[in-house]
């Protein structure tokens, strides 16, 4: 029954923010996930880490975004978020959530992001 959703994506002039969820179901993240990460594919483009967080809270971020995009994470809700601010074009891409636990990688089906004027 382990099951990641995102959601919160969609159609957004340049300059403006978004914000991506990763609902976790069947296990809970707090004792369980080791890494908590979001990618982005664009066509033609291959698949890219944009942001990661571990279990002890410390992040990473691509350059492309840092500055930019935070990550974060609600145990009470079991959620995993993308805070996106100050989107660019370049940003346009199908972005998906994965979730490492021991032994298992987790990827949920993804949200589009569009940044268009």
């Known amino acids: 029954q382990v099951q990641l959703v995102e959601s919160g994506g969609g159609l957004v002039q340049p300059g403006g923010s978004l914000r991506l969820s990763c609902v976790a179901s069947?296990?809970?993240?707090?004792?369980?996930?080791?890494?908590m990460t979001w990618y982005r594919q664009a066509p033609g483009k291959e698949r890219e880490l944009v942001a990661l967080?571990?279990?002890?809270?410390?992040?990473n971020y691509a350059d492309s975004v840092k500055g930019r995009f935070t990550i974060s994470r609600d145990y009470a809700k079991n959620t995993v978020y993308l805070q996106m601010n100050g989107l660019e074009p370049e940003d346009t891409a199908l972005y998906y959530c994965?979730?490492?636990?021991?032994?298992?990688?987790?990827w949920g089906q993804g949200t589009q992001v569009t940044v268009s004027s």
């Open positions: 994965k979730i490492v636990i021991p032994g298992r990688t987790y």
């Open positions: 069947g296990f809970t993240l707090k004792n369980t996930a080791i890494a």
């Open positions: 967080i571990t279990s002890s809270g410390a992040t």
